[in-house]
């Protein structure tokens, strides 16, 4: 079945960097459009950055959009989240997701497009 492991997480002090990673195993990994979400402490989980299949279509939440990038390496079955200036509001852990998809170029932002999700990596981000 499909896997999916984040790793990278961390406590970071704000206008830091972070960068965090998910490694796919049991799936054919360049058949899958790939998304982060993020769940701060008792909030719903929400959207963060979606990529497609081949990579060249990406799609950000407002709040993340210029400091957070999103890129896949279809060889390595890995799916990355640069996130810069990092603010104490981006605190969450964060959430690996894959669904499959016929389409090269789609992406998805809703949590219920989604069925396969990793066990989340905690972002910290201090004042």
């Known amino acids: 079945q499909v896997q999916l492991v984040e790793s990278g997480g961390g406590l970071v002090q704000a206008g830091g960097s972070l960068r965090i990673s998910c490694a796919a195993s049991?799936?054919?990994?360049?058949?899958?459009?790939m998304a982060w979400f993020s769940q701060a402490p008792g909030k719903e989980r929400e959207f963060v950055a979606t990529?497609?299949?081949?990579?060249?279509?990406?799609y950000y939440a407002d709040s993340v959009k210029g400091r957070f990038t999103i890129s896949r390496d279809n060889a390595k079955n890995t799916v990355s989240l640069q996130m810069n200036s990092l603010k104490p509001e981006d605190t969450a852990i964060y959430y690996c997701?894959?669904?499959?998809?016929?389409?090269?170029?789609?992406?998805?932002?809703?949590?219920?497009?989604?069925?396969?999700w990793g066990q989340g990596t905690q972002v910290t981000v201090s004042s």
């Open positions: 997701a894959a669904r499959p998809s016929s389409s090269w170029s789609a992406y998805y932002t809703g949590t219920t497009a989604y069925k396969s």
């Open positions: 049991g799936l054919t990994f360049s058949n899958y459009v």
């Open positions: 990529i497609s299949r081949n990579g060249l279509s990406t």
